[in-house]
T-cell receptor, first 117, second 112 residues
């Protein structure tokens, strides 16, 4: 299946700093990528849809100025958590769908575990 | 907003038994359905997808779709301890963004 690579796999940062997470589609072009957040023992919650060459679409309740998304190329989307606080500690997962292929399933990156101390 | 509901579990079955996982969805217009498996601390991986009413089999896994009753299920035959994970049901968001809406997941525990 298609490969989506996410980096870093884990990060620890101090409260008030910013953290950037990268999501790359390795063998297909992804005009759209998705960013999810998952707290312990809870399901994936969609944060935003990242669109190549245009502004991201944020879900209700997600602060666009805190979670900056850039999708500058067909294979790379980045999520920057700005002024991180301990409550932002979570598992962040990106996904992409190869809408040019025959299948429509979403492929997920490995996830990034963010711990804000 | 579309909703996808699953029993959180845990569903506990003995090794070798059939595990049955269920999912209901709110949007009668949903056309495709996905089952993902997520091990603790890992990202989800696709198990199966189904579009048509009826059953779809892939190895030990069978997805069953009933659009009239708006539910989709996943059967795991000959359950193994390695099948212990959280199983997530997902449906497309219905707009042009191709996003997926996930249920809360059912935790499956297969006892040796």
């Amino acid at each position: 299946g298609a490969v989506v690579s996410q980096h870093p796999s884990w990060v620890i940062c101090k409260s008030g700093t910013s953290v950037k997470i990268e999501c790359r589609s390795l063998d297909f072009q992804a005009t759209t990528m998705f960013w999810y957040r998952q707290f312990p023992k809870q399901s994936l919650m969609l944060m935003a849809t990242s669109n190549e060459g245009s502004k991201a679409t944020y879900e209700q309740g997600v602060e666009k100025d805190k979670f900056l998304i850039n999708h500058a190329s067909l294979t790379l989307s980045t999520l920057t958590v700005t002024s991180a606080h301990p409550e932002d500690s979570s598992f962040y997962i990106c996904s992409a769908r190869n809408v040019q292929g025959l299948g429509t399933e979403a492929f997920f990156g490995q996830g990034t575990r963010l711990t804000v101390v | 907003q579309k909703e996808v509901e699953q029993n959180s579990g845990p569903l506990s079955v003995p090794e070798g038994a059939i595990a049955s996982l269920n999912c209901t969805y709110s949007d009668r217009g949903s056309q495709s359905f996905f089952w993902y498996r997520q091990y603790s601390g890992k990202s989800p991986e696709l198990i199966m997808f189904i579009y048509s009413n009826g059953d779809k089999e892939d190895g030990r896994f069978t997805a069953q779709l009933n659009k009239a009753s708006q539910y989709v299920s996943l059967l795991i035959r000959d359950s193994q301890p390695s099948d212990s994970a959280t199983y997530l049901c997902a449906v497309p968001g219905g707009d042009s963004s191709y996003k997926l809406i996930f249920g809360s997941g059912t935790r499956l525990l297969v006892r040796p």
